[in-house]
T-cell receptor, first 114, second 113 residues
Framework: SAVISQKPSRDICQRGTSLTIQCQVDSQVTMMFWYRQQPGQSLTLIATANQGSEATYESGFVIDKFPISRPNLTFSTLTVSNMSPEDSSIYLC???????????FGPGTRLTVL | GENVEQHPSTLSVQEGDSAVIKCTYSDSASNYFPWYKQELGKRPQLIIDIRSNVGEKKDQRIAVTLNKTAKHFSLHITETQPEDSAVYFCAASGGDSNYQLIWGAGTKLIIKP
């Protein structure tokens, strides 16, 4: 499996501000995903980060609120814009390595918005 | 689109007993079914998966079975230990969802000493 890191691991932010979360993989991967997980809940896919093109967003998530970059095959960022307390959650990146359908997760970013 | 239902939401078993978690899926074209374990404050970790061309797969104390006709798959943990306490998620992909994983709601497994 790939080694995946995320920065920051946690942050406390003021409403109205933005936070950019970074996801770094130790090898080139075909697909990268961004998820949100509320406490005690399942995982909700925000978007698929496409290398060299715009991300593909799931229903209920829009680019203006969650802009995503993926400049190469090992790195992606997710920005949570104009934050409100409802954005408080754990944000996880995951990767699909291409050898199969397996997806592996980064350690997550715990975001608290005051 | 694909929908995955998972039961039970909470499962409490005595240490040493077996635990079974069940999931059903709606898209008959789904062909990949992973199980993840998430300990408190940690990332989801892939523990076992099965593809639609097999009916059962084992890895030490854990096993997964797949019934394509009934569109359900199950996770079996034998000889449970305290470290098995966690939230377990099933997922499905393939079919209309293609590469995306469609997730179950999760099962909190509690191992009683």
């Amino acid at each position: 499996s790939a080694v995946i890191s995320q920065k920051p691991s946690r942050d406390i932010c003021q409403r109205g501000t933005s936070l950019t979360i970074q996801c770094q993989v130790d090898s080139q991967v075909t697909m990268m995903f961004w998820y949100r997980q509320q406490p005690g809940q399942s995982l909700t896919l925000i978007a698929t980060a496409n290398q060299g093109s715009e991300a593909t967003y799931e229903s209920g998530f829009v680019i203006d609120k969650f802009p995503i970059s993926r400049p190469n095959l090992t790195f992606s960022t997710l920005t949570v814009s104009n934050m409100s307390p409802e954005d408080s959650s754990i944000y996880l990146c995951s990767v699909r390595t291409g050898r199969g359908n397996e997806q592996f997760f980064g350690p997550g970013t715990r975001l608290t918005v005051l | 689109g694909e929908n995955v239902e998972q039961h039970p939401s909470t499962l409490s078993v005595q240490e040493g007993d077996s635990a079974v978690i069940k999931c059903t899926y709606s898209d008959s074209a789904s062909n990949y079914f992973p199980w993840y374990k998430q300990e408190l404050g940690k990332r989801p970790q892939l523990i076992i998966d099965i593809r639609s061309n097999v009916g059962e797969k084992k890895d030490q104390r854990i096993a997964v079975t797949l019934n394509k006709t009934a569109k359900h798959f199950s996770l079996h943990i034998t000889e449970t230990q305290p470290e098995d306490s966690a939230v377990y998620f099933c997922a499905a992909s393939g079919g209309d969802s293609n590469y995306q994983l469609i997730w179950g709601a999760g099962t909190k497994l509690i191992i009683k000493p």
